[in-house]
């Protein structure tokens, strides 16, 4: 909270500069970008999501949610392709590189989307932290050990993360990438694109018009609840144990209608083992086919 009263306070003493010297138009986007993170952080050895997804393979896509702690100076480069503004993706943000390939970063944070909305484009300093898989989704923050005594990558201090992040932008239209559902159960296809901004196309819930998307009933032991589709090109439905739209109940629109149709549902695409958890981050995430 003092970080984000500290960022807001920055931006508020731009702003009346700014009017003093004639008009807000005078806070520069350089401004704005330096009132979040860490300025110092620095590209000493960039790497791309690929590349370190690749690096530390047996790592992240181990069966035993294993992980390990970054020790030399490390970088990557982005742009954020997900956040909590709505409440589906919760205390993490997702970004995504010029490798085309996505990755979860993990900040015991509420609010992120305040500094880093979708677009925004970021250096993530890697040394000290920690990546590992939960599930065998590639994740950055540090070790969490639950009630069971299982440890595994989860959320991050919040102060910490200001000291391992810069902003630098911001990019204009992020696109989503088709999901092939051809590939749907391809171990290669499942690690190159797990973390990524993906859209469905010309699919149907299998419960559209009836039931919503996360009623309190039917949440499990983590406040969500899964949806299932039917591939409308294909006439038949997706198995359940392959793909699911899931809902947080605490998400703003967990209590709307599923619409009814054919859709394009977009989404942040994450695995848990060989199943997709499809991430959707607003309602406008889905929208008719035609």
Known sequence: MKKIL????????????????????????????????????????????????????????????????????????GWVTGNDIQGNIYSEITMEDESGEGILICISQGGLFGALPVGAEIIVELKDLYIGGYGKQPE????????????????????LWQQHYKRIGFKENVQASDFDLSKIKDEAYLQANCGKLMTLNNVSFQKGGTATYAPEAEKDAANCVPRYLKDETAGKNIAQA?????????????????????????????????????????????????
């Not at 330096?34 to 590349?51: F, H, L, P, S």
């Not at 639950?146 to 991050?156: A, D, Q």
């Not at 392959?242 to 599923?258: D, G, N, P, V």
């Open 140 to 159: 950055i923050g540090t070790p969490y050990t639950n009630s069971n005594g299982k440890t595994y990558v989860s959320r991050m201090n919040p102060r």
């Open 242 to 290: 392959s793909l699911q739209i899931r809902t947080s109940t605490y998400a703003k629109f967990a209590a709307e209608k599923l619409p009814e149709g054919k859709l394009n549902i977009t989404g942040v695409f994450t695995r848990y083992n060989d199943t997709w958890q499809v991430l959707i981050r607003d309602l406008d995430d889905v929208k008719p086919a035609n």
């Open 6 to 77: 500290l960022s807001l306070g920055i931006l508020a003493s731009f702003a009346l500069s700014s009017c003093m010297d004639g008009g807000y138009d005078a806070v520069t986007d350089q401004q704005m970008d330096a009132a979040y993170g860490n300025q110092e952080v620095k590209e000493t050895n960039r790497i791309t999501i690929q590349e370190l997804k690749a690096k530390y393979n047996s790592t992240v896509f181990a069966s035993s949610n294993t992980y390990h702690q970054i020790k030399e100076p490390t970088q990557l480069r």
